[in-house]
């Protein structure tokens, strides 16, 4: 009785797997280059504006990953409510509420994030704001045609699983 149950539950797991709802697909991209970025901060003495994203990216509160300007990365992440949200290479650990962004993601479909940041202050003294925004796949690929795959060591241990290793930027679906 053991033995049939036993071999049951090994035909039956598999089989359950293979009919879970699939994984969405997320991917995150931060495009320019921090050369421009510092030839620009340099000759307006950090004049306040629009830069490249460089920072963490949570989801919730578990860190998925070390972006960097000019980079994307796209994860297969579980159906369901997200909330993505950046950190600065200073503060690690908590993200303020204003700059999550709440997702419920469908099984199945594709989803873009696009990662930036505004600088205020003056060169000593600059005060990173991130932002998060979902764009729709035709507006991420015009921003993100010159962008590359994110390195995996700049992905969390415990993520790497999910993320897909590609050479381009994702097509749409």
Do not use: W
Not at 1 to 8: E, G, I, L, N, P
Not at 98 to 106: A, D, F, N, W, Y
Request: hydrophobic letters at 40%.
């Amino acid at each position: 009785m053991k033995k049939t149950f036993a071999m049951m539950l090994c035909i039956l797991v598999p089989m359950a797997a293979a009919f879970a709802a699939p994984d969405a697909t997320v991917t995150f991209y931060s495009t320019g280059s921090l050369f421009h970025a510092a030839l620009k901060a340099g000759a307006t003495l950090g004049y306040p504006g629009k830069a490249p994203f460089t920072g963490f990216v949570f989801d919730g509160d578990r860190r998925l990953g070390l972006m960097q300007p000019g980079r994307f990365m796209t994860l297969h992440l579980p159906p369901g409510p997200h909330t993505f949200a950046p950190a600065t290479m200073r503060s690690t650990k908590r993200h303020s509420e204003k700059t999550q962004l709440p997702v419920t993601l469908e099984p199945g479909k594709q989803y873009f994030v696009r990662l930036n940041q505004t600088i205020r202050g003056f060169y000593v003294v600059q005060i990173p704001i991130q932002h998060f925004e979902q764009v729709d796949c035709e507006t991420a690929r015009e921003e993100a045609s010159g962008t590359e795959p994110i390195k995996a060591k700049r992905v969390e241990k415990d993520v790497r699983g999910s993320l897909e290793n590609v050479a381009y930027f994702p097509s749409c679906k």
